[in-house]
């Protein structure tokens, strides 16, 4: 347990110190809005209704070449209302520049826009350190816990089997995952900068393939749910089940989810940092903190599935991987929704997005 | 039946339900669909306004295709929600290359095509998956 744990810090710090080289520079919010609203101020200065077309062509551009991308991508990831606000408004004062509006009234709803993105810098960042604390601490929890999950109900029932040595194979694979998501994390940060389709492909097969897994698993406990089955199974198949192919499926079932849960962490922080100049102590605190919940989760839950009956306990579990096989694949569909890029950059956007879209699933 | 092949015929169901679940949903209302042919129809002004010479016409339908008809129909955020910011990034970058050969007086041609063809066919998807007007997934 120690060493998972050792093994999950690790892996985020060495996520952690690798953001220069799969993220670009953090954008700098308030000169990028400042930059905005300097050009909205000239173009409006020099909005003539007989000569409408450079004002429409000015405004148009500033939304394609300054707001629209990293700028309006991390708004929406603090602040999606924000962001419809502010697209809706450069729609606003386009629309009254085309309808040849007189300046007070362009210059009305270039104010309104103007007003909207004052309220920017504010929004980015948030709550500053205690946010990003917050933040912190929740990625971590709740990614650990959904492995968690599966690692605990994996090494119980090896416990329970009478075999609990034979839970090194699950640990083997937590241990497996933990360093395949180091590299996955360091492949996602420069294959996907490059190339979205294999983003979606990877992802997209790994996903599927542990919603099979944990599908058969789950099945596979809750059939053992009957503690008259599940004895006279033991009784009779524990010598073969452990030391053949369920013992592998077992072991492959952990890695899948520590591999998904680690590679996230890490690209999750990535954008936590990135996003969160100047933050770092309270990023720490937050992730240090939830390594100690997920210590006093995991010792809770090793405890419980102790004194749990059987019968009980093996139905929660399985419900649980249940949970969790038709979980991933709403994920897959959610997370997609939203695909920010607070750095300007593939790894940056997918882990921003799934950040948001990963702090809002239960 | 052992265990493990009723956890394979379980395995399968789910993989069904899975498959199933979206095909459920492929009677589309064309909704999406007509939104983008409102969106074509501004751009081929925009092509044929360049065409007969009249290049401001042009730029300003270029532009209008985007703002007034794409965002405004909630197309943008439709795409946002069902098929993803990059998708929305990529389209808006046809829009963005539509408007500069408008600006630049050059043919259209080449960035109209393409612009309609991703827009035709993301409304077929849109419909597909029943996205709202509104552009919101419905059962979210």
Redesign the interface.
């Given at each position: 347990m120690r060493r998972l744990l050792l093994a999950l810090a690790v892996i985020v710090s060495f996520g952690l110190s690798c953001p220069a080289s799969s993220l670009a520079a953090p954008l700098d919010i308030a000169a990028a809005v400042s930059a905005v609203q300097a050009k909205g101020d000239a173009l409006v200065e020099s909005y003539d209704p007989a000569q409408k077309?450079p004002t429409?062509?000015g405004f148009?551009?500033l939304?394609?070449?300054q707001f629209?991308?990293d700028l309006e991508?991390t708004i929406?990831a603090a602040d999606p209302a924000l962001k419809?606000e502010l697209?809706?408004g450069?729609?606003q004062v386009?629309?009254q520049v085309?309808k040849g509006g007189t300046p007070a009234e362009v210059q009305a709803s270039w104010q309104a826009l103007r007003d909207g993105l004052d309220r920017v810098p504010s929004r980015i960042g948030g709550g500053g350190a205690w946010a990003t604390f917050l933040q912190s601490f929740l990625i971590l929890v709740r990614e650990g816990f959904e492995a968690m999950l599966v690692v605990t109900a994996l090494v119980a029932y090896l416990r329970r089997s009478g075999a609990p040595e034979k839970a090194r194979v699950v640990y083997q694979g937590v241990g497996l995952a933990l360093l395949a998501s180091l590299a996955m994390a360091w492949g996602m940060s420069t294959l996907f900068s490059m190339s979205?389709a294999g983003r979606e492909a990877m992802e997209g097969g790994t996903m599927l393939l542990a919603?099979?897994v944990l599908?058969?698993c789950s099945?596979?406990l809750f059939?053992k749910r009957e503690a008259a089955r599940w004895q006279s199974y033991v009784q009779s198949q524990i010598d073969q089940a452990l030391s053949g192919g369920r013992l592998y499926a077992l072991g492959f079932a952990a890695f899948l989810a520590v591999f998904r849960e680690g590679a996230e962490t890490v690209l999750f922080y990535q954008a936590l940092a990135a996003g969160a100049p100047g933050q770092m102590p309270a990023l720490l605190g937050g992730l240090a903190l939830a390594i100690v919940a997920l210590a006093a989760i995991y010792v809770a839950m090793r405890v419980l599935s102790i004194r749990l009956p059987l019968r009980l306990f093996f139905g929660v579990t399985a419900a649980l991987l249940y949970y969790l096989?038709f979980f991933v694949?709403r994920e897959r569909r959610?997370r997609?929704?939203?695909?920010?890029c607070p750095a300007g950059d593939a790894a940056g956007?997918l882990a921003q997005?799934e950040l948001v879209g990963g702090l809002s699933h239960p | 039946m052992s265990v493990l092949r009723r956890a394979v015929l379980c395995l399968g169901l789910g993989i069904g339900l899975m498959v199933a679940a979206p095909l459920a949903g492929h009677a589309a209302d064309g909704h999406w669909v007509r939104v983008a042919e409102k969106v074509i129809a501004e751009i081929d002004r925009a092509e044929a306004a360049m065409k007969a010479g009249n290049a401001e016409a042009a730029e300003e339908s270029a532009i209008a295709s985007y703002f007034d008809l794409f965002e405004a129909l909630n197309m943008e955020i439709a795409e946002r929600q069902a098929l993803g910011a990059r998708r929305v990034a990529e389209v808006e970058s046809l829009f963005h290359d539509l408007q500069k050969q408008a600006a630049k007086r050059a043919d259209l041609r080449a960035a109209a095509t393409a612009l309609r063809q991703a827009l035709r066919a993301d409304a077929k998807q849109l419909d597909a998956d029943h996205v709202a007007p509104d552009g919101s997934l419905k059962g979210q």
């Open positions: 077309m429409m062509r148009s551009s939304y394609f070449e629209d991308g991508n929406g419809s697209e809706a450069f729609a386009i629309g085309r979205g919603s099979a599908f058969y099945y596979w059939a096989a694949r959610g997609d929704a939203e695909w920010p956007r997005s | -």
